[in-house]
């Protein structure tokens, strides 16, 4: 029987997504940091709303579809959920535009950086644009009359198209009214117009622009009524049933390129567009009116991502810094092993440089000794130095095992890839485990030492992709701990081969122990409580969801323990309810940096038990996924996580949004205490001191 849960006790899923989006973009908003990451937040928002349009509301909509009238945890059904969801989507859109409009666009102009408006363009630059579109664009156009035998062409999911009203007839005598120009994808949506043209230092016109202002060029002899740009976004859900199918990569393979062409869930348009463009759209993709969203601006923010790439402006961006390495691992030709075998080693991502982990795989690779390389992958990136290490190794006639999680969202087709060229070069590549995805973080090298074997593991927190690991805070941690080695092993084993799970030593790991293990946890420092003890829970993460989790902290709090949560995304624990959460504080930190470490804190009668993971606290992660939480056992060590992984985050007074009990989320902000900001504090303690960050 599935336990009964009270829905008033908790917060909805995707209003918390909503919620977070709000707290990303008053980064945009915030005048104290630099303007092209200004810019960069807003663009970050609408590529956060893009997923969560492609997969949270897609969701919703097949359920509907399916006649589903089941409530989530929080008791709304689907149908309740999509309609609140639409109202604070279109409200946080509409609030994402003005701050382009009359905050953004002002404050660049004023800075030298214009996005030139075709309505304002000179002489000169009307020449320029001109030959622009004959040279660059016009050629790679295929703009489609719609008659008969030219229906409603297949629209890709979040392509930039116009939507164009005619009057006349063409050569052939054909009065068609309507016709569809789809922007070709080789062209950038931003192009930058020489300085000496655009009359300031740096000067952008948009593909939009270039386009509505030469369309006509496409239909000789009609005149063009009206031009509108549109954007269609689809569910990107992909459908691939695990059981039934006899290979997965190719099944794989063929449902990738069905992603584009998913049913719509969002049509975007600009605020111009003609009312009778605007009904004939949302019938040709069977939307409602609800899922109209008028924008004043560009259809895509997204692509203004590239224009503080292109703008070499330091000033406007965040002070560059340099991760350093630890002592141990900075001298040239050091063994890795030996050092690891000496002292585990913490590495604090972006803070401290992923290239030991780089290199300690790249050294593996190398080292006539090492006899067998093992890693799980879930992104690594098209480009990765680690996957190609892996190639090497494999090459010299190492045993190479690599468990590739092929249903990574987005990065199926980069996960393709590099399991055909591990393949290729002789390196077993598996898929983990059907129903299951595989978003452990492992890496383990065995090595030929006096005459017998020994282990040496890698343990994370985020991904083995080193661009993410400069933008994403993360722990790694390396260890030759035969106990914790032995565990990981047994873990590969799993993923690799048949067989019962076995009790592990130190690792706890889903979809076997790991929820048990943090309800234990949570009750062990619940009953401490009860006993007159001190108690006290602090737990990272990225997302808590998974409801008996939720009402086990209830009832921990109920008892008197203290507890911090530190959750960047989406909670649905309603913390400071009287009765029921009174003791449970819920902030949620928002920087430079992607908050993604997952720690767990707890203080267990002054035994101070600290947990890194792999896993949020949801339902996929305990029950959906292959997942890894691993002590950290030396106490040096353990004390680094607790002081730069949490402790410093609970005295961010500036960066950090307090919840309360109806999921609604306040700014920090220091009064009459110092200015705490955990992100540049980290910086400053961990980073290269030559090039430390300033805000």
């Known amino acids: 029987m599935p336990k009964k849960f009270v829905a008033q006790q908790f917060l909805n899923r995707e209003l918390g997504q909503l919620e977070f989006n709000r707290r990303v973009l008053a980064q945009a908003e915030d005048n104290s940091?630099?303007?092209?990451?200004?810019?960069?937040?807003?663009?970050?928002?609408?590529?956060?709303?893009?997923e969560f349009f492609e997969i949270r509301v897609a969701g919703l909509k097949e359920q509907i579809k399916l006649g589903g009238i089941a409530t989530s945890v929080d008791g709304l059904t689907a149908v309740q959920t999509l309609k609140l969801v639409r109202d604070q989507a279109h409200q946080l859109i509409e609030r994402q535009y003005q701050v382009f409009n009359k905050d953004l666009v002002p404050a660049l102009s004023g800075q030298g950086i214009k996005f030139l408006r075709r309505t304002q363009w000179t002489v000169t630059q009307r020449t320029w644009v001109k030959d622009f579109f004959f040279r660059e664009v016009m050629p790679v156009l295929t703009p489609i009359g719609l008659d008969p035998a030219h229906p409603f062409p297949r629209v890709l999911n979040k392509s930039l198209n116009f939507a164009v009203e005619l009057q006349g007839k063409d050569a052939f005598g054909r009065n068609s009214t309507r016709a569809i120009v789809q922007a070709p994808r080789v062209v950038p949506r931003t192009i930058a117009m020489p300085p000496e043209i655009s009359g300031c230092e740096h000067g952008f016109v948009f593909l939009s622009s270039i386009l509505h202002a030469h369309v006509g060029e496409l239909f000789t002899g009609m005149e063009v009524l009206g031009c509108y740009q549109f954007r269609v976004t689809r569910n990107s859900n992909l459908f691939v049933d695990e059981e039934e199918v006899k290979n997965?990569?190719?099944?794989?393979?063929g449902?990738?390129?069905q992603r584009h062409f998913g049913d719509a869930v969002r049509l975007e348009v600009a605020d111009n567009c003609s009312p009778q463009i605007i009904e004939f759209l949302l019938k040709e993709f069977n939307l409602a009116a609800e899922d109209l969203y008028r924008v004043h601006g560009p259809v895509n923010l997204v692509r203004l991502m590239r224009i503080p790439d292109l703008v070499e402006r330091d000033d406007l961006k965040f002070h560059p810094f340099v991760p350093s390495v630890p002592g141990l691992l900075r001298k040239k030709g050091s063994n890795i092993f030996k050092l690891i075998r000496k002292n585990d080693v913490l590495l604090h991502h972006p803070y401290q440089s992923f290239k030991p982990v780089i290199d300690f795989i790249q050294q593996a690779a190398r080292d006539e000794d090492v006899v067998a390389i093992k890693q799980t992958v879930y992104r690594t990136g098209t480009d990765s130095a680690l996957m190609e290490a892996l190639i090497v190794a494999a090459k010299r006639g190492k045993e190479v095992t690599v468990v590739v999680e092929l249903l990574a969202r987005f990065d199926e087709e980069a996960n393709i890839n590099w399991a055909n060229r591990l393949e290729e070069v002789g390196a077993h590549v598996v898929y983990g485990v059907v129903g299951h995805k595989t978003h452990a973080k492992m890496l383990m090298v065995v090595r030929r030492e006096d005459g017998q074997l020994r282990r040496y593991v890698h343990l994370g927190t985020g991904n083995y992709h080193p661009r993410t690991a400069r933008l994403y805070t993360d722990f790694g941690l390396f260890t030759s701990n035969e106990k914790i080695c032995a565990d990981a092993n047994e873990v590969f084993s799993q993923l690799t081969s048949l067989g019962k799970a076995r009790t592990l030593n130190h690792l706890w790991q889903s979809p076997f122990s790991l929820h048990s293990e943090v309800l234990r946890a949570i009750r062990n420092e619940t009953s401490l409580a009860k006993s007159g003890k001190r108690s006290h829970i602090i737990a990272k993460m990225n997302a808590l969801l998974e409801p008996e989790t939720i009402a086990t902290l209830y009832e921990a709090s109920k008892a008197g323990v203290k507890i911090d949560l530190i959750v960047r995304g989406v909670c649905a624990l309603r913390p400071g309810l009287p009765g029921l959460s009174e003791n449970i504080r819920v902030r949620s930190v928002i920087g430079r940096f992607l908050?993604?470490?997952?720690?767990?804190y707890f203080r267990n009668n002054l035994k101070h038990d600290v947990f890194l993971a792999s896993a949020d606290w949801m339902d996929r992660n305990f029950f959906r996924r292959i997942e890894i939480c691993f002590p950290v056992l030396d106490k040096k060590l353990k004390k680094r996580v607790i002081?730069?992984?949490?402790?410093?985050?609970?005295?961010d007074n500036c960066?950090?949004?307090?919840?309360?009990?109806?999921?609604?989320?306040?700014l920090k902000t220091a009064r009459r205490s110092p200015k705490v900001i955990a992100q540049i504090e980290l910086l400053k303690q961990l980073a290269s001191p030559s090039l430390q960050s300033k805000k």
């Not at 303007?35 to 807003?42: F, G, Q, V």
């Not at 908050?595 to 767990?600: A, D, K, M």
Request: proline share 4%; glycine share 6%; aromatic share 10%.
């Open 33 to 50: 940091i630099p303007l092209l990451e200004r810019l960069k937040y807003l663009c970050i928002v609408s590529s956060n709303l893009d």
């Open 248 to 253: 997965l990569r190719l099944s794989l393979q």
């Open 255 to 257: 449902e990738l390129p």
């Open 595 to 600: 908050e993604h470490t997952r720690i767990f």
């Open 643 to 651: 002081a730069e992984g949490l402790k410093i985050y609970l005295h």
């Open 655 to 666: 960066q950090a949004w307090e919840m309360d009990g109806e999921g609604h989320y306040r």
